[in-house]
């Protein structure tokens, strides 16, 4: 699948609205009961760029964007301004913001993942666009140094450590990542005269997986 490396203009995603979607199939049983169960093991998002556009200018930049991925055919980054750290958005990434792995002795490379909690329940979402520069990692604890000690893949999400963790050691990271997505559409339709007036035209973007 084609991927550019470029990032969704910021100030413009950050007016933008969406979130995570789930797939979930229900079948009602004569009982009254139902049967509940997912074909998604990971969640998918959606945006609608369209709302941080508010100028003209803005318009073009998406126009320049979108022209430049060929519509659909290329995916690329995008901010999710709620949910772009592995902690919460006002705090600031530290090296024990996630567990991502337990050493065994022999492992060196090990995927970002970000696991979301609430009650009894869990889910671990693999991140697989981390901003260079903005990962952290510690093992049982003790910070690493980056180019040193590890070293990140940014278009793919795996680190890989100088040595291997002990057996049981707690690999644990930090870090900012984008969303990989595409748009949803081969086509933009603006008038400037609606645009003018406070009409925005709808330039979906989902979530790819990579």
Request: aromatic fraction near 10%; glycine fraction near 10%.
């Amino acid at each position: 699948m084609g991927f550019h490396e470029v990032r969704f203009p910021t100030d413009l995603s950050f007016g933008s609205v969406g979130g995570p979607e789930r797939r979930t199939d229900i079948v009602s049983l004569t009982s009254g009961f139902e049967e509940r169960n997912t074909p998604w093991a990971h969640s998918r998002r959606r945006y609608d760029a369209g709302l941080g556009m508010r100028s003209l200018d803005d318009v073009s930049s998406v126009i320049d964007f979108f022209e430049a991925r060929q519509g659909q055919l290329f995916g690329f980054r995008w901010k999710d301004w709620v949910d772009f750290k592995s902690c919460l958005p006002s705090d600031t990434i530290s090296a024990s913001d996630q567990v991502i792995a337990l050493g065994d002795g022999a492992a060196v490379s090990f995927p970002l993942i970000k696991t979301y909690r609430s009650g009894e329940g869990s889910y671990a979402r693999p991140i697989t666009k981390p901003m260079a520069g903005k990962v952290v990692i510690a093992v049982d604890g003790t910070a690493l140094t980056e180019g040193v000690d590890f070293t990140v893949d940014a278009s793919t999400g795996i680190v890989t450590l100088a040595t291997a963790p002990a057996s049981e050691k707690e690999v644990t990271a930090g870090f900012e990542f984008d969303v990989p997505v595409r748009f949803d559409t081969d086509r933009i339709t603006v008038s400037v005269a609606s645009f003018r007036a406070g009409q925005v035209p709808d330039v979906p973007v989902v979530e790819v997986r990579v």
